[in-house]
């Protein structure tokens, strides 16, 4: 053959140590030095959450389970991973595939929904790679799986556990609230595909948990001086409150793995505001790298090497 394809799977990146913090968020923020306020406020996070998140590790056992699965199915095709704003970085990874001889490359992101801010972001890294190591892969990138039929179960089998956590005869009382990392609001001038197909994730998951309704809002919102997409679930914790709501499954179902913005955002900042208000709260687990996810990411995968995305 005249080529070899190889996987890359891609994800956002955390640091290592207490000192990563700021080039890291310097990166996120594309080069601009963030103020030593808002530093010493995203380190404090970290430091609340243990000094450092699993997202590395999770990514690369998730990697290690797609290797697995592939060559299992007969793929001999290698797995890499990618980080967006932290090492392994994209560019660092494109220059190994190039030297390992990978002429094509089929992408994935470790994020279900497409945005230009969040994929088309992975995209630029990716063509930004090949361009800084002279090298033009053939590139596969499978842009969003939303709606990816083993992921929606995985979704639903996360959220019927974590129901079960309440009594038999409250469970029909439980409001479940499906999240996402919010945007700026003027992606809504360009058509962006985010907020509608997170709304379809929501709609399937539900259908597919059995549930009679559903909430959405959004997290993890940055402070960049212009409007973000709305309701913050730091908000809607007591509008639903006043609604008479007492019991809330959180499911963050924008994400795939425990991180900052999970563990951070949610089980300390909505935890809190969730017991200042009298409302029982609970969160999803993640798919992190549980057998059934990876399966249906392997999935994922496969139908990319076959060119069916
Ligand atoms: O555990 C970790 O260390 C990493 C957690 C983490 C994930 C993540 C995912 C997404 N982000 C998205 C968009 C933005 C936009 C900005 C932004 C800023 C931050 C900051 C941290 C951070 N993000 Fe992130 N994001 C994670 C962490 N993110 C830390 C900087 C401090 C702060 O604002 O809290 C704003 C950039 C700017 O200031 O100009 C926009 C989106 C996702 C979900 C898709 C994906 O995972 O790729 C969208 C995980």
Same mark, same amino acid.
């Given at each position: &053959?005249?080529?070899?394809?190889g996987?890359?799977?891609?994800?956002?990146?955390?640091?290592? %140590?207490?000192?990563q913090?700021?080039?890291?968020?310097?990166?996120? +923020?594309?080069g601009?030095? &963030?103020?030593?306020?808002?530093?010493?406020?995203?380190?404090? /996070?970290y430091?609340?959450?243990?000094?450092?998140?699993?997202?590395?590790?999770?990514?690369?056992?998730? !990697?290690?389970?797609?290797?697995? +699965?592939?060559r299992?199915?007969?793929?001999?095709?290698?797995?890499?991973?990618?980080?967006?704003?932290?090492? &392994?970085?994209?560019?660092?990874?494109?220059?190994?595939?190039?030297?390992?001889?990978?002429?094509?490359?089929?992408?994935?992101?470790?994020?279900?929904h497409?945005?230009?801010?969040?994929?088309?972001?992975?995209?630029?890294?990716?063509? #930004?790679?090949?361009?800084?190591h002279?090298?033009?892969?053939?590139?596969?990138?499978? #842009?969003?799986?939303?709606?990816?039929?083993?992921f929606?179960?995985?979704?639903?089998?996360?959220?019927r556990e974590?129901?079960?956590?309440?009594?038999?005869d409250? !469970?029909?009382?439980?409001?479940?609230i499906?999240?996402?990392?919010?945007?700026?609001? +003027?992606?809504?001038?360009?058509g962006?595909p985010?907020?509608?197909q997170?709304?379809?994730?929501?709609?399937?998951?539900?259908? !597919?948990?059995?549930?009679?309704?559903?909430?959405?809002?959004?997290q993890?919102?940055?402070?960049?001086?212009? &409007?973000?997409?709305?309701?913050?679930?730091?908000d809607f914790?007591?509008?639903?409150?006043? #609604?008479?709501? /007492?019991?809330?499954?959180?499911?963050?179902?924008?994400?795939?793995?425990?991180?900052?913005?999970?563990?951070?955002?949610?089980?300390?900042?909505?935890q809190?505001?969730?017991?200042?208000?009298?409302?029982?709260?609970r969160?999803?687990?993640?798919?992190?790298a549980?057998?059934?996810?990876?399966?249906?990411? %392997?999935?994922?995968?496969?139908?990319?090497?076959?060119?069916?995305?």
């Open positions: &053959p005249a080529g070899r394809t996987i890359l799977l891609l994800a956002y990146g955390t640091p290592e %140590t207490p000192d913090v700021e080039p890291y968020f310097t990166h996120i +923020r594309g601009r030095p &963030p103020s030593p306020e808002s530093v010493a406020h995203l380190r404090h /996070r430091e609340a959450v243990g000094g450092r998140t699993p997202l590395t590790a999770l990514t690369e056992a998730v !990697r290690a389970g797609v290797a697995e +699965r592939l299992a199915r007969g793929h001999d095709v290698p797995v890499y991973v990618g980080m967006k704003h932290w090492t &392994p970085w994209i560019a660092d990874v494109v220059a190994r595939m190039k030297a390992d001889g990978i002429t094509r490359v089929v992408c994935v992101v470790l994020a279900p497409y945005s230009r801010f969040s994929v088309g972001g992975y995209q630029r890294y990716l063509f #930004e790679g090949m361009h800084t002279d090298v033009h892969f053939d590139v596969d990138f499978v #842009e969003q799986w939303h709606d990816d039929p083993g929606v179960d995985v979704a639903a089998a996360l959220v974590e129901l079960a956590h309440w009594p038999a409250r !469970r029909d009382d439980v409001t479940v499906f999240s996402a990392h919010s945007l700026p609001e +003027r992606i809504r001038t360009w962006d985010y907020e509608a997170l709304e379809e994730s929501a709609r399937l998951v539900s259908e !597919r948990a059995g549930l009679t309704g559903y909430r959405r809002a959004w993890s919102a940055g402070n960049t001086g212009e &409007p973000w997409i709305g309701p913050d679930i730091l914790l007591p509008e639903l409150q006043a #609604e008479g709501v /007492r019991d809330v499954l959180q499911m963050p179902i924008g994400f795939v793995c425990d991180h900052l913005e999970i563990l951070y955002d949610l089980d300390v900042e909505a809190q505001k969730a017991e200042e208000l009298g409302i029982t709260y969160r999803t687990r993640l798919p992190n549980r057998p059934d996810f990876v399966d249906a990411f %392997t999935a994922i995968c496969e139908r990319a090497i076959r060119g069916e995305n």
